[in-house]
DNA sequence: AATATATTAAACCTATTGGTTGAATATAAG
DNA sequence: CTTATATTCAACCAATAGGTTTAATATATT
C-alpha cells in the first residue's frame, strides 16, 4: 500500500487475533502494557509492538505516568469499518426493498 | 497464525484496498475475472491472487462456465466480522446504558 | 548511590504478502 | 487444425509482519 488509509489501517489492526484480544481488554477499561502482555504466551516485545499497531490505527492511546504506560481504548475508527461492512453486507437487501417498492408501486398504478 | 480462523481470514481479506474494492463491485452482481481486473493498475495475476484470498475467506464464490470463471458475492463471514465491532464498540455505551438504568430504578425506588 | 521495574529501540530471523513474468491448461472460434 | 482467449500455476522478488534477543532509557525503590 502506497499511502495506507484509515479503513486500512483499522482493518489490519483488527485483523489479528492477539491485536482484537488486547482490544477488547482495553474496552473494559486502561491497563498497562505490563498488564496487557500478562495473558499472552509472547515477549512483552511483541505486545508491545502489537500496540503501536493499534496506536497508528488510533484505535489505542497513550497516557504517559512516570514509567508506566496506560493504554486507552478509542473505539472511533471502529465507526468507519462498521459503516463499510453494513454498507457493503446490504446491498442486496436495499436493492431487493427497492425493487419491490417498485413493483408495489406499479401494481398500484396499475388499479 | 498457528490456524488462522474465519474471523481472521475476513478481516484480513477485507484489509486490502483491491480487494474491498472487487467486493464491493461483485456486491453489484457477479463477473469474470478478467472484468474484475479491468480497472485495476495490475496484472491478471495480481487480481486472480486476490479473489483467492477472498474465495479463502468464503466471501467469494466461483462458478465456471467453459473458460470463464465467475465470481460472487457472499455477504455471510461479514455478520461475523460487524458483529465482533458492534460488541467491541458499544461496550461503554451498553454499560453507561445499564448505569443510567439503575440510577434510574434506583430514583423510582426512592421515590 | 545502587538496584529493580517499565518500557522502547535496534538488530535480526523467518514466513507471508503483494506484486511481477513466463509457461501451462482448458475452452472457444476461425 | 490452428489460433485466440480466460484462467491458473510456478518461480521469483522486495517489502512487511510477527516474533525473538540484547541493549538502552527512564523512573522507582531501597
Same mark, same amino acid.
Given at each position: 500500500?502506497? %499511502? ?5 489501517? !483499522?482493518? %489490519? ?20 502494557? %505490563? #498488564? ?13 509492538? @502489537? ?17 508506566? @504506560? ?19 453486507? !446490504? ?15 406499479? #401494481?398500484?398504478?396499475?388499479?
Amino acid at each position: 500500500m502506497a %499511502t495506507p488509509h484509515a479503513l486500512d489501517r !483499522t482493518l %489490519t489492526a483488527l485483523a489479528d487475533p492477539t491485536r482484537r484480544a488486547i482490544l477488547q481488554r482495553l474496552s473494559a477499561g486502561e491497563a498497562r502494557v %505490563t #498488564d496487557l502482555a500478562k495473558p499472552f504466551d509472547m515477549s512483552l516485545n511483541a505486545v508491545s509492538k @502489537h500496540i503501536r499497531v493499534l496506536e497508528r490505527a488510533r484505535l489505542v492511546e497513550r497516557r504517559r505516568v512516570g514509567r508506566d @504506560h496506560f493504554l486507552s481504548y478509542r473505539p472511533e475508527p471502529l465507526d468507519a469499518a462498521a459503516k463499510w461492512i453494513a454498507e457493503t453486507r !446490504t446491498f442486496w437487501a436495499v436493492r431487493l426493498d427497492t425493487l419491490e417498492r417498485l413493483l408495489r408501486e406499479e #401494481d398500484t398504478a396499475k388499479k
